[in-house]
């Protein structure tokens, strides 16, 4: 079946822009998180959702960055006020239930500030 | 908060050499996750383990999580060029209910032919 699709696979943007990133996870999965993984590093907590609700958000830099899922299915992560260090890979990943499970990532959206 | 770190940072092993990565975790974890990122591409499960002292075993890799839950290791046995990516260790935290998933730092193997 299709694993996590993420969409745009690649985003170029200038400082103070805003943009959106999509992921479309497993069909029937419950669990959502949003990471990011900046070169040579691991990827970094940015939200976990459990169905349509953000169970931590704990990890978001801070109130420029927010991110929804409305119908317990597709997330969007939003970043407003882009800045250059908001350069890296944004990685989505989805799971059957919660972090007792493995987890399944796309590909990734590499977003580039400029 | 909680912190992963992995030691090494870089292994360079020759073809048929055995590899160990470690993962220390500052906090006790209800389980933990290895993942393999090969270069290019995004983590890919392993393996998870949950009890105390846990050893399993896929193939050539071992995988064994520590008597505390604070810690645990991959280990590779004989290396093969489709070995060479990037380990992480990922923990969610003390409890089954703690959802924060923390990636460790990473191992990067290179393997030589």
């Known amino acids: 079946g299709a694993g996590v699709s993420q969409t745009p696979s690649n985003k170029v943007t200038e400082k103070g822009k805003y943009v959106e990133l999509r992921c479309d996870p497993i069909?029937?999965?419950?669990?959502l998180y949003w990471y990011r993984q900046s070169l040579g590093q691991g990827p970094e907590f940015l939200i976990y959702?459990?169905?349509?609700?953000?169970?931590?958000d704990s990890g978001l830099p801070n109130d420029r960055f927010f991110a929804v899922r409305p119908e317990g299915s597709v997330s969007t992560l939003k970043i407003q006020r882009t800045e250059r260090g908001d350069s890296a890979v944004y990685l989505c990943a989805s799971s059957t239930s919660s972090s007792y499970n493995e987890q399944f990532f796309g590909p990734g959206t590499r977003l580039t500030v400029l | 908060g909680q912190q992963v770190m992995q030691i090494p940072q870089y292994q360079h092993v020759q073809e048929g050499e055995d590899f160990t990565t470690y993962c220390n975790s500052s906090t006790t974890l209800s389980n933990i996750q290895w993942y393999k990122q090969r270069p290019g591409g995004h983590p890919v499960f392993l393996i998870q383990l949950v009890k105390s002292g846990e050893v399993k075993k896929q193939k050539r890799l071992t995988f064994q999580f520590g008597e505390a839950k604070k810690n645990s290791s991959l280990h590779i046995t004989a290396t093969q060029t489709t070995d060479v990516g990037t380990y992480f260790c990922a923990g969610p935290g003390p409890s089954v209910g703690y959802q924060k998933v923390t990636f460790g730092t990473g191992t990067k193997l290179q393997v030589i032919p």
């Open positions: 959702f459990q169905g349509t609700g953000a169970a931590d």
């Open positions: 069909s029937g999965h419950t669990a």
